[in-house]
């Protein structure tokens, strides 16, 4: 099953589970945002556990992935890295919106954060998406 699947089988299970007029709301990364500005770093993370995370995004036309750089104390004075990664399915807001719509959500709308600033293509770093569950499908 393919990555694409999987968003589209999560997608139909919010629908299964909601009213019709229920509200979905989706976070993702705007990956156009992030090309567009060649922003590869998010900014450091101070953990509640003490020590930094920093993202760091391969954004390659193909593949997208994230690696987690964490700087941590071991113990005093004595300071370690880790390092993991995973891949990304870089979704678009076209390709979401189409998605939700073939999954019986409508009256998408989109911000560029929480708070719901304006979605910018090229400029937020985040795309969050709230559609509404239609009455017709399921």
Request: proline share 6%; glycine share 10%.
């Amino acid at each position: 099953r393919s990555a694409r699947e999987a968003v589209h089988r999560a997608v139909r299970g919010f629908h299964r589970i909601l009213k019709p007029g229920g509200l979905v709301v989706l976070h993702l990364l705007n990956y156009r945002g992030l090309r567009a500005r060649n922003k590869r770093a998010s900014n450091p993370t101070l953990l509640d556990e003490g020590g930094l995370l920093v993202k760091v995004f391969d954004l390659e036309p193909e593949s997208t992935r994230v690696n987690f750089l964490r700087l941590f104390e071991k113990e005093p004075g004595v300071w370690r890295t880790e390092h993991r990664a995973a891949p990304l399915l870089p979704l678009s807001r076209e390709e979401m919106e189409e998605i939700l719509a073939l999954e019986g959500f409508g009256d998408v709308r989109v911000f560029g954060d929480a708070s719901g600033r304006p979605y910018e293509p090229d400029d937020s770093y985040d795309l969050f998406m709230a559609a509404t569950k239609g009455a017709g499908k399921g």
